[in-house]
C-alpha cells in the first residue's frame, strides 16, 4: 500500500523564477493538504483541495497556488519565488471525512538562492 | 501568543527512560489532539489521535488530553535510541492542522 509520494525530493530555484511541486496522495484517500516547514518550526498550513477545489486556506500570498486532478493528486506552484520560500514543502492526504488523520508525504525541499 | 506552544527542547535522556513532552493551546475550537514524530529528513508521521479527554495508550505511548486546561502530553516509556526524532504536536480544528514548533529528543544508549 503506497503512502503519499512528493516529487521532486530536491530543487534548487534561483529568487523571480516559478516552481512546481507534485503529490500523490494514499491509496484510498480523496483529500490533499499542503504544508510549509522551515528549518526548526512545525508545519504551517496553506491549503486543502478535495473535488479537486481549494476548500481551506491558510495565511499564504497568492503566489501560492495549487491544483488537484480527478484522481486526487495535487500540485503546488508558487511564482515569483523569493529567498524565505526556503522549506521543507509537505503533503498530507486524507479522507473528506471531518475527523480523518492526516498522512504525510516525506516532502520536498526547495531552495532559493 | 501562537496558538499552540511547544517547549522546543532540546532534550536528552538515557535508554529506557520515561520521556513526557508538552503542548498547550489557547483556541477551545480545537478538537482533534494528535502527535506525530518526525525523524530527520522524513516526513511526519502520525503516532497518537484522540478527541477526547483522558488518556490513549498504544504500546509504549501514552497520550493524554486536558481540555479543561488546554494542555496535552506525550508519554513515552522505556525510551529506545529508536525514539530519537522531533516530537511535534497537532491540534485540529475546521480541517486545518496547528503544529507546534516541534521538540527534539535524542536517547542515549
Known amino acids: 500500500d503506497a503512502g503519499v509520494t512528493q516529487s521532486p525530493t530536491h530543487l534548487i530555484k534561483t529568487r523571480g523564477q516559478q516552481v512546481t511541486l507534485r503529490c500523490s496522495p494514499k491509496s484510498g484517500h480523496d483529500t490533499v493538504s499542503w504544508y510549509q516547514q522551515a528549518l526548526g518550526q512545525g508545519p504551517q498550513f496553506i491549503f486543502q483541495y478535495y473535488e479537486e477545489e481549494e476548500r481551506q486556506r491558510g495565511n499564504f500570498p497568492d503566489r501560492f497556488s495549487g491544483h488537484q486532478f480527478p484522481n486526487y493528486s495535487s500540485e503546488l506552484n508558487v511564482n515569483a519565488l523569493l529567498l524565505g520560500d526556503s522549506a521543507l514543502y509537505l503533503c498530507?492526504?486524507?479522507?473528506?471525512?471531518?475527523?480523518?488523520?492526516?498522512?504525510f508525504g516525506n516532502g520536498t525541499r526547495l531552495t532559493v538562492t | 501568543q501562537k496558538e499552540v506552544e511547544q517547549d522546543p527542547g532540546p532534550l536528552s535522556v538515557p535508554e529506557g527512560a520515561i520521556v513526557s513532552l508538552n503542548c498547550t493551546y489557547s483556541?477551545?475550537?480545537?478538537?482533534?489532539f494528535m502527535w506525530y514524530r518526525q525523524y530527520s529528513r522524513k516526513g511526519p508521521e502520525l503516532l497518537m489521535y484522540?478527541?477526547?479527554?483522558g488518556n490513549k495508550e498504544d504500546g509504549r505511548f501514552t497520550a493524554q488530553v486536558d481540555k479543561s486546561s488546554k494542555y496535552i502530553s506525550l508519554f513515552i516509556r522505556d525510551s529506545q535510541p529508536s525514539d530519537s526524532a522531533t516530537y511535534l504536536c497537532a491540534i485540529s480544528a475546521a480541517r486545518q492542522l496547528t503544529f507546534g514548533s516541534g521538540t527534539q529528543l535524542t536517547v542515549l544508549p
Open positions: 498530507a492526504s486524507s479522507v473528506k471525512s471531518y475527523n480523518s488523520p492526516l498522512h
Open positions: 484522540t478527541y477526547s479527554s
Open positions: 483556541n477551545s475550537a480545537f478538537q482533534y
